[in-house]
């Protein structure tokens, strides 16, 4: 990345605690506006806690989150939202009894320029079959879809996705690749928690490894297949 340009996320001496037991213990990392960068590392090393330290969800945190230049570390979830940053939990949070068109129009704009649920249905062609069923009656791949179409729609500039393959199968996880890379066309940016190595190896911009609490390494996708021992090695895979 240019030194020149202030990055668009950017993250400093992130620190956050669960109670007394301290996780976050000093993550450093930027992401620049356009980019797909994921954050990589074992279970427990404190990927989705950085995440929800970025959405401003961790009780206790401190050091530095910028976004487009303004200081939002300590600021509300919702107020962070509204800065246009979209955050795809693991768990996705979709509402199970309502349809996928309520579930679209649900959350509300974060922006004066959303996503029309015309071109998110264009995006999401299965989406677009099944608008007028439960959420809970979806497939995981579905429910996937709907979970980042749902933070698309609100206007978001940079999404936070963790996770989004867990558990779906090889063809879901494909078009999962698909929708990630259209949405890097479209000009947004994404951070990616994966556990995945084959798809985050083809979808993202740059790797950040991430190991008890921390960011160790930065490997620039061109260079992961020279660097892919090392990285195997860092995932224990
Ligand atoms: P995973 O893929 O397993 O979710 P991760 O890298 O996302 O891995 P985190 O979920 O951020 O890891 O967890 C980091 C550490 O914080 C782990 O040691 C985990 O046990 C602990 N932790 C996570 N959530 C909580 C919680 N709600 N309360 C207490 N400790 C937690």
């Known amino acids: 990345m240019p030194e020149t340009t202030a990055p668009y996320l950017r993250v400093r001496n992130l620190e956050a605690w ?33 995440l929800k330290a970025i959405m401003g969800l961790m ?8 976004f487009s230049g303004r200081d939002i570390l300590g600021h509300p979830p919702h107020r962070i939202a ?13 509402f199970g009894s309502l349809t996928v068109t309520e579930n679209l129009v649900l959350p509300p704009a974060v922006a004066a320029e959303t996503i ?13 079959e099944r608008r007028d069923s439960a959420g809970n009656k979806l497939s995981g791949g579905e429910q996937q879809m709907l979970a980042i179409g749902r933070i698309l729609r609100t206007g ?28 890097k066309k479209a000009g947004l940016t ?40 090392k990285l195997r090695d860092y995932l224990g895979v």
């Open 116 to 128: 029309s649920l015309a071109r998110i249905y264009e995006m999401f062609p299965n989406l677009a």
């Open 18 to 50: 669960y109670d007394e037991s301290y996780v976050l213990q000093g993550v450093d990392f930027d992401v620049a506006e356009g980019e797909v960068v994921t954050l990589l590392g074992r279970n427990g090393a404190g990927k989705t806690t950085t």
């Open 156 to 183: 978001a500039r940079i999404l936070l996705l963790d996770e989004p393959t867990e558990g779906l199968a090889p063809v879901i996880v494909q078009q999962i690749g698909r929708v990630i890379a259209d949405m």
């Open 59 to 66: 009780p206790r945190a401190s050091g530095s989150i910028t």
């Open 190 to 229: 994404i951070v990616l928690v994966e556990q995945n190595f084959h798809f985050a190896a083809h979808v993202a911009d740059r790797h950040y490894v991430v190991e008890r609490g921390r960011v160790v390494d930065m490997i620039p996708g061109a260079e992961l297949t020279a660097q892919e021992a």
């Open 82 to 94: 509204r800065a246009g940053i979209g955050y795809c939990p693991e768990e996705r949070g979709i």
